[in-house]
Nanobody, 125 residues
Framework: QVQLVESGGGLVQAGVSLRLSCAAS????????TGWFRQAPGKEREFVAA????????VYADSVKGRFTISRDNAMNTVYLRMNSLKPEDTAAYYC??????????????????WGQGTQVTVSS
């Protein structure tokens, strides 16, 4: 079992930056692929970014590419999502997820085994 706890969300103005954190406990977190998803009201949960278990590979949704950066610190059992140049359309609940070590379908939310409770990000114009 892996427990995930997100933090760092908040209410911000467009154009500013936020950093989300996902702290993990339980089984060896460094053996898991980790992803960030988000869900806006009335919409399906969508893929944002993912990082391989080594941290050597990252993947992003087109909507955040160039603005968001995912990273991990396996010694701290934490994954981060740095979000720059935030837009109102980034408003959503952001969820951290952990999946198999050799996951290849990073953007498939069904491929992840463990989820956090989410942290809200609201961007005002």
């Amino acid at each position: 079992q892996v427990q995930l706890v997100e933090s760092g969300g908040g209410l911000v103005q467009a154009g500013v930056s936020l950093r989300l954190s996902c702290a993990a406990s339980g089984r060896t977190f460094s053996s898991y692929t980790t992803g960030w998803f988000r869900q806006a009201p009335g919409k399906e949960r969508e893929f944002v970014a993912a990082i391989s278990w080594t941290g050597g590979r990252t993947v992003y949704a087109d909507s955040v590419k160039g603005r968001f950066t995912i990273s991990r610190d396996n010694a701290m059992n934490t994954v981060y999502l740095r979000m720059n140049s935030l837009k109102p359309e980034d408003t959503a609940a952001y969820y951290c997820a952990a999946g198999p070590k050799y996951l290849i379908n990073y953007d498939d939310r069904g491929a992840y085994d463990y989820w956090g409770q989410g942290t809200q990000v609201t961007v005002s114009s």
